[in-house]
């Protein structure tokens, strides 16, 4: 992963989904745009309280900088599901438009230039997926909901049923998110995965500061699901970035709560 700087702007970008020469992409940081507070500075929610001038703003600014344009983004309204939306040109403006309610769901894909798949993270993994044989991409919002549900072997699943996706065909990516530093959960959430993971133990361990208390790595559960359905490993690249661990360049819903601001992740087929 490769960070950018544009003047203050600052984004993320995987080299292997540059590699595949068909996308453009990039993992925002709150840092480079024009909101003020605690959402200062490259807000890109629709519901932290944002003035709708500033977030448009920011989309146009990282927008011009990878090489998109606001009016062809799709977003979603995103509910903690494995619900995946085939985005078409005709849904593009989506979260824009007045005309067009954002659709309930966590997952985008497309095979269709002029369409820019967008999610909004603020310590949830963003996936990228990228078939360069078929010219077919993924976008997804994988919580720890997300991912005990299993979400990036949905998307595969789906982009083999739209697209003819085959898993080994697949550049693959796991954006920033919170780590397995700083995960901590209770109990029930440790026996889902457990209930849902036969691998699951290999990702989990006590929190060594708070008894009771556990650890979950999220990126680890990812990527070995998506090399057990057929991702080849030298094709799937972790950012290994920490939001929780740096509130100074990300938003982080841990950290501050409801007062901060959203992050997004962009993918687009060039």
């Given at each position: 992963?490769?960070?950018?700087?544009?003047?203050?702007?600052?984004?993320?970008?995987?080299?292997g989904?540059?590699?595949?020469g068909?996308v453009?992409?990039?993992?925002?940081?709150?840092l480079?745009g024009?909101?003020?507070?605690?959402?200062?500075?490259?807000?890109?929610?629709?519901?932290?309280?944002?003035k709708?001038?500033?977030v448009?703003?920011?989309?146009?600014?990282?927008?011009?900088?990878?090489?998109?344009?606001k009016?062809n983004?799709?977003?979603?309204?995103?509910?903690?599901?494995?619900k995946i939306?085939?985005?078409?040109?005709?849904?593009?403006?989506?979260?824009?438009?007045?005309?067009?309610?954002r659709i309930e769901a966590?997952?985008?894909?497309?095979?269709?230039?002029?369409v820019t798949l967008?999610?909004?993270?603020?310590?949830?993994?963003?996936?990228?997926?990228?078939d360069?044989?078929?010219?077919?991409?993924?976008?997804?919002?994988?919580?720890?909901?997300?991912t005990a549900?299993?979400?990036?072997?949905?998307?595969?699943?789906?982009?083999?049923?739209e697209?003819?996706?085959?898993?080994?065909?697949?550049a693959?990516?796991?954006?920033?998110?919170?780590?397995p530093?700083?995960?901590?959960?209770?109990?029930?959430?440790?026996?889902?995965?457990r209930g849902?993971?036969?691998?699951?133990?290999?990702?989990?361990?006590?929190?060594?500061?708070?008894?009771?208390?556990?650890?979950?790595?999220?990126?680890?559960i990812?990527?070995?699901?998506?090399?057990?359905?057929?991702?080849?490993?030298?094709?799937?690249?972790?950012g290994?970035?920490c939001?929780?661990c740096?509130?100074?360049?990300?938003y982080?819903h841990?950290v501050?709560?409801?007062a901060?601001?959203?992050m997004?992740?962009?993918l687009?087929l060039k």
């Amino acid at each position: 992963m490769e960070l950018i700087k544009k003047g203050e702007l600052e984004y993320y970008v995987f080299e292997g989904l540059e590699k595949t020469g068909i996308v453009g992409h990039c993992f925002t940081t709150r840092l480079g745009g024009v909101s003020e507070g605690h959402l200062a500075s490259l807000n890109l929610g629709f519901s932290r309280g944002d003035k709708k001038e500033n977030v448009d703003r920011n989309f146009d600014i990282i927008c011009s900088a990878i090489g998109t344009e606001k009016e062809n983004c799709v977003t979603l309204r995103q509910v903690h599901s494995t619900k995946i939306v085939k985005a078409g040109k005709e849904l593009r403006g989506m979260g824009f438009r007045d005309d067009m309610e954002r659709i309930e769901a966590d997952g985008l894909i497309t095979n269709e230039r002029g369409v820019t798949l967008v999610t909004f993270h603020a310590d949830c993994v963003p996936l990228y997926f990228v078939d360069a044989k078929n010219k077919a991409i993924g976008m997804a919002h994988s919580g720890w909901r997300g991912t005990a549900d299993k979400m990036a072997v949905e998307m595969l699943r789906r982009m083999n049923a739209e697209y003819g996706t085959d898993p080994k065909d697949v550049a693959a990516a796991i954006g920033p998110s919170i780590g397995p530093c700083c995960f901590q959960v209770d109990r029930p959430v440790v026996d889902i995965f457990r209930g849902n993971f036969d691998f699951a133990d290999k990702y989990i361990r006590d929190d060594e500061n708070v008894k009771g208390k556990y650890k979950i790595d999220l990126w680890g559960i990812n990527r070995e699901m998506l090399e057990r359905a057929g991702v080849k490993a030298e094709n799937i690249e972790v950012g290994g970035i920490c939001t929780m661990c740096r509130p100074d360049v990300f938003y982080s819903h841990r950290v501050m709560g409801e007062a901060r601001g959203t992050m997004g992740a962009f993918l687009f087929l060039k």
